[in-house]
């Protein structure tokens, strides 16, 4: 079996199989076919799961708070949340989930915003995502300084 980086595998698999990265591939656990999940968890690369419920996939969320951003910001800001779970890069999602967390603080510092607005440039790599960062750039810095 061949297998790449960041997958969960549950069951087993035929010999020979090729997996590339961050996969979630579950074959069936008894005789009959049947795969049971009862314990609420997260499966998955940056899956994310709440009380009570269970996620599968990259990324996935069930149950636990996702992204959130004032209103006068959140349409730019989902945009460059979307484009990182397409291309499936975590580190900007790591970043713009720490904007978010900082946002709904009290009294954000602009300085961890800054500094994490600094790992979701990296996104400029990928077609059509400079204008979405130039967006979010506006609309989350103009948010700051209101």
């Known amino acids: 079996m061949k297998t790449g980086k960041d997958n ?4 087993k698999l035929p010999s020979g ?3 590339g990265d961050r996969n979630v ?4 656990a008894d005789e009959r076919g049947n795969v049971v999940f009862n314990t609420p968890g ?3 690369y940056g899956a994310t799961a709440g009380a009570g ?3 599968i996939g990259a990324f996935a969320n069930a149950g636990a708070n996702s992204l959130q951003f004032p209103d006068q910001i959140k349409a730019e800001l989902l945009g ?3 484009t990182a779970i397409q291309h499936q890069n975590a580190d900007v999602y790591a970043a713009l989930q720490q904007i978010s967390n900082e946002l709904q603080k009290p009294a954000p510092q602009a300085s961890v915003i800054h500094q994490a607005w600094a ?4 996104l400029a790599t990928i077609d059509g995502a400079s204008s979405l960062l130039s967006k979010g750039a506006v609309a989350l810095f103009s948010y700051l300084s209101a």
């Open 25 to 28: 591939v579950i074959t069936a």
């Open 119 to 122: 790992g979701v440039q990296q």
């Open 53 to 55: 419920s269970i996620a």
């Open 42 to 44: 997260a499966i998955g």
């Open 80 to 82: 460059l949340v979307e």
């Open 17 to 19: 199989s090729e997996i």
């Open 8 to 11: 969960v595998i549950i069951g």
